[in-house]
């Protein structure tokens, strides 16, 4: 048995736990980048410079939610092209995503860099703060393609069972962001713009790197003939990758809308609102890794032809979720205080500790939720049954925007957070009767 092929052949539980870790380190690593810059422009620069980021974070989510959408779609590809040792299909399906999603990318780049100041104001950002957060897309999306590149290489690494590869460039780009964050804004002054050429350097120097290594691992696979773009993989690749970036995104998406309605609060509640979000993207981590650990051994397993070992291990990823639940629970409950002021400072309003707090307080009790929606997503990502989780992330996205548009003029801010269990208990449910039909398990 090839040592990377443990999803089709080790105990369930622990062949997802191992694939998993890994995933979840480079997932941490992942938010450190703009974790970093919303900590350091925080402490250094002021609390408006942190809601400057953090207005502009909504934006830039939705284009990672794409990018990392669109591994994940492309991944499934590869993982059954690898799980069948059809190493010419495999090749192809690489270089088509890398190629496809690399034009995307340019437009997308192209699009977000001319309209990031009428994008602004249609998200109602505070005047305040607007021509930082403009200042700070512009340079983010100069540097789009490089984050393309990372994460689609990323997800064919987790697709041919090497996760530690990621994880491995992740910790020293974001290291290296780290040390470009500290010398451009606390050292040179730079401020915002610092930290947004920071990101930029350090991910663009990662997927270089990423892409190289990736050449050598293909190149040791014997193929007697592959292509550089096949018109059949790229058909093939949109059908999953659609519906992938929908799953992905919906977050996002609603992150965004809902980001002008917490904008009409002032940017005090808005630095509140955008540690108490940051925190929460970190302690999805977890969650998203278990769902897209699922999406793999799924396709594997069942291009092997090994239906059941997805249902055991669907089981086992119920128990993952729920221990890192109560983690994250106790984290946020008992240092809920500490961790919204590594964002703010001594400095900050109490309007802002108040509002990251309560923000932290309310979700610590939830992300169990989102955990089993993310791995019964992820069971249905992997067998190609798209429909249905497409359908339960697009409720979860209606419920979440609709509510907080309604809710919120007449309770508050806190109406933003309050929908958010809601919306996943919804999207949760939606899947879980999809998943119970077994129509994944003819898809492979």
């Given at each position: 048995?090839?040592d990377?092929?443990?999803?089709?052949h080790?105990?369930p539980?622990k062949a997802?736990?191992?694939?998993s870790?890994?995933?979840?380190?480079g997932n941490?690593f992942?938010?450190?980048?703009?974790?970093?810059?919303?900590?350091?422009v925080?402490r250094f620069v002021?609390?408006k410079?942190?809601?400057?980021?953090g207005?502009?974070?909504?934006?830039?989510?939705?284009?990672?939610?794409?990018?990392?959408?669109?591994?994940?779609?492309?991944?499934?590809l590869?993982?059954?092209?690898?799980?069948?040792?059809?190493?010419?299909?495999?090749?192809t399906?690489?270089?088509?995503?890398?190629?496809s999603f690399?034009?995307?990318?340019?437009?997308?780049?192209?699009?977000?860099?001319?309209f990031?100041?009428?994008?602004?104001?249609l998200?109602?950002?505070?005047e305040?703060?607007?021509?930082?957060?403009?200042?700070?897309?512009?340079?983010?999306?100069?540097?789009?393609?490089?984050?393309?590149?990372?994460?689609?290489?990323?997800s064919?690494?987790?697709a041919?069972?090497?996760?530690?590869?990621p994880?491995?460039?992740?910790?020293?780009?974001?290291?290296?962001?780290?040390a470009?964050?500290?010398?451009?804004?606390?050292v040179?002054?730079?401020?915002i713009?610092?930290?947004?050429?920071?990101?930029?350097?350090?991910?663009?120097?990662?997927a270089?790197?990423?892409?190289a290594v990736l050449m050598r691992?293909l190149?040791?696979?014997?193929?007697?003939r592959?292509r550089?773009?096949?018109?059949g993989?790229?058909g093939?690749?949109?059908?999953l990758?659609?519906?992938?970036?929908?799953?992905q995104?919906?977050?996002?998406?609603?992150m965004?809308l809902?980001?002008?309605?917490?904008?009409?609060?002032g940017?005090?509640v808005?630095a509140?609102?955008?540690?108490?979000?940051?925190l929460?993207?970190i302690?999805?981590?977890p969650?998203?890794s278990i769902g897209?650990a699922m999406?793999s051994?799924?396709?594997q397993?069942?291009?092997?032809r090994?239906?059941?070992?997805v249902s055991?291990?669907?089981?086992?990823?119920y128990?993952?979720?729920?221990?890192?639940?109560?983690?994250i629970c106790?984290?946020?409950?008992?240092?809920?205080?500490p961790?919204?002021?590594?964002f703010?400072?001594g400095?900050?309003?109490?309007?802002?500790?108040g509002t990251?707090?309560s923000?932290?307080r309310?979700?610590?009790w939830?992300?169990?939720?989102?955990?089993f929606?993310m791995?019964?997503d992820?069971?249905?990502?992997g067998?190609?049954?798209?429909?249905?989780f497409?359908?339960a992330?697009?409720?979860n996205?209606?419920?979440?925007?609709a509510?907080?548009?309604?809710?919120?003029?007449?309770?508050g801010?806190?109406a933003?957070w309050?929908?958010?269990?809601?919306?996943w208990?919804?999207?949760?449910?939606i899947?879980f009767?999809?998943?119970?039909?077994?129509?994944w398990?003819?898809?492979?």
């Open positions: 048995m090839s990377r092929e443990y999803l089709i080790d105990v539980w997802l736990l191992v694939f870790l890994p995933m979840m380190l941490l992942q938010q450190l980048y703009t974790m970093t810059d919303s900590v350091i925080g002021g609390e410079a942190l809601a400057a980021v207005a502009s974070y909504s934006l830039t989510s939705v284009f990672i939610a794409v990018a990392i959408g669109g591994g994940v779609g492309s991944s499934v590869v993982s059954r092209a690898f799980g069948s040792r059809r190493y010419d299909e495999l090749k399906a690489v270089c088509t995503s890398l190629l690399l034009v995307l990318s340019l437009l997308l780049s192209a699009f977000g860099y001319a990031s100041d009428g994008i602004m104001r998200l109602n950002t505070p305040d703060i607007h021509a930082d957060a403009v200042l700070y897309l512009r340079i983010y999306f100069l540097g789009l393609p490089f984050l393309f590149m990372y994460n689609i290489l990323s064919v690494f987790n041919l069972g090497r996760s530690r590869i994880l491995y460039f992740l910790i020293f780009s974001s290291l290296l962001n780290v470009l964050d500290l010398l451009m804004v606390a040179l002054g730079q401020g713009a610092g930290a947004a050429w920071a990101t930029l350097i350090a991910q663009g120097i990662s270089c790197f990423s892409f691992t190149s040791g696979m014997e193929s007697a592959s550089i773009f096949d018109s993989a790229f093939r690749m949109v059908v990758a659609i519906p992938s970036i929908l799953q995104s919906t977050v996002s998406i609603g965004m809902v980001q002008s309605v917490v904008n009409g609060f940017s005090q808005l509140g609102y955008s540690a108490g979000m940051r929460e993207n302690a999805t981590v969650m998203v897209n999406s051994y799924t396709a397993n069942l291009g092997a090994n239906e059941e070992r055991i291990g669907y089981r086992s990823s128990w993952m979720v729920l221990f890192f639940a109560v983690v106790l984290a946020f409950e008992l240092f809920s205080v961790l919204v002021g590594m703010i400072g400095s900050g309003t109490d309007l802002a500790y990251g707090v923000y932290l309310f979700m610590g939830f992300f169990a939720i989102i955990g929606k791995a019964t992820g069971v249905l990502r067998s190609g049954d798209v429909k249905v497409t359908a992330n697009l409720a996205l209606g419920t979440r925007v509510f907080s548009f309604i809710l919120a003029p007449v309770i801010v806190a933003v309050y929908i958010v269990p809601v919306g208990l919804i999207n949760w449910g899947s009767i999809g998943y119970r039909r077994g129509i398990r003819n898809e492979g």
